[in-house]
């Protein structure tokens, strides 16, 4: 099946020079034993006053961060932030099976999200503040969401990254998470089809063999 999708995206791309074709590769990650939490960080819920102070911090035009905020006013409020005195170091969304309905309703990249299970978090938009990067930073808050994570009751997280972010990529492995599929993007330019991207979720177990694939759309209802 992942072959079939590569195929597509092949032939896709040379049917229009108004096609566009995008990959992330998704992880999971179990947190029913997870080591306990790094002493040097305390993660703050995300609060309503501390959105406000982001949307007008210097890096609120960086994709992850401004994609965080989009879906704070999406409805999506649980996010988890590590302070350092005022400064932010770090924060990441945690979306669960209550956000389903709402993920549902995103304008435009709800086919990006299909249903979360109960028991399963997802955590997107990872966002390291750029003074504090290089320093194990991201690293030390997923930990400690790890521990968050449990004590909500979850049994596993998952988390998508796209395929050309070599960075995090590489955060992923060195904190073991899983490669568990992709979900392959595929946008034409044309009218008529405009706005109605189509998502392919291609799962595979964990040993790397396929299982399935799924198509969402963001029209989708
Ligand atoms: C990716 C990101 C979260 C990493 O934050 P960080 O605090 O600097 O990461 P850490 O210091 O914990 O790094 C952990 C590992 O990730 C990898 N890594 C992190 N930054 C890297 C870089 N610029 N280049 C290559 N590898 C990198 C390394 O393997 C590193 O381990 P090492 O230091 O032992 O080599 C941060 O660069 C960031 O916020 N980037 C922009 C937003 C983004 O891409 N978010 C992810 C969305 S899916």
Request: charged residues 25%; aromatic residues 10%.
């Amino acid at each position: 099946m992942v072959g079939l999708v590569a195929d597509f995206a092949g032939t896709f791309s040379r049917l229009s020079k108004s096609a566009s074709c995008s990959e992330w590769v998704c992880y999971t990650i179990s947190v029913k034993a997870p080591q306990d939490p790094p002493q040097e960080v305390e993660l703050q819920p995300v609060t309503e006053q501390m959105i406000i102070s982001l949307q007008t911090h210097a890096e609120s035009n960086e994709n992850q961060l401004k994609s965080g905020l989009r879906f704070w006013q999406n409805g999506m409020h649980q996010a988890y932030i590590w302070m350092e005195g005022k400064e932010p170091l770090c924060i990441q969304w945690l979306l669960t099976s209550k956000d389903n309905e709402k993920l549902r309703g995103l304008p435009g990249w709800a086919g990006m999200y299909p249903p979360i299970d109960d028991e399963v978090g997802q955590v997107e938009n990872l966002y390291a503040f750029k003074a504090a990067r290089g320093r194990g930073v991201a690293t030390i808050f997923e930990k400690a969401l790890f521990c968050e994570a449990k004590k909500l009751g979850l049994s596993r997280l998952i988390t998508h990254v796209h395929q050309g972010n070599e960075a995090t990529h590489k955060w992923a492995r060195k904190l073991r998470w899983q490669r568990c599929g992709t979900i392959t993007l595929f946008g034409l330019d044309i009218r008529k089809l405009r706005g109605h991207p189509i998502y392919i979720h291609s799962k595979q177990n964990l040993r790397g063999d396929p299982v399935f694939t799924d198509r969402f759309s963001a029209s989708d209802k």
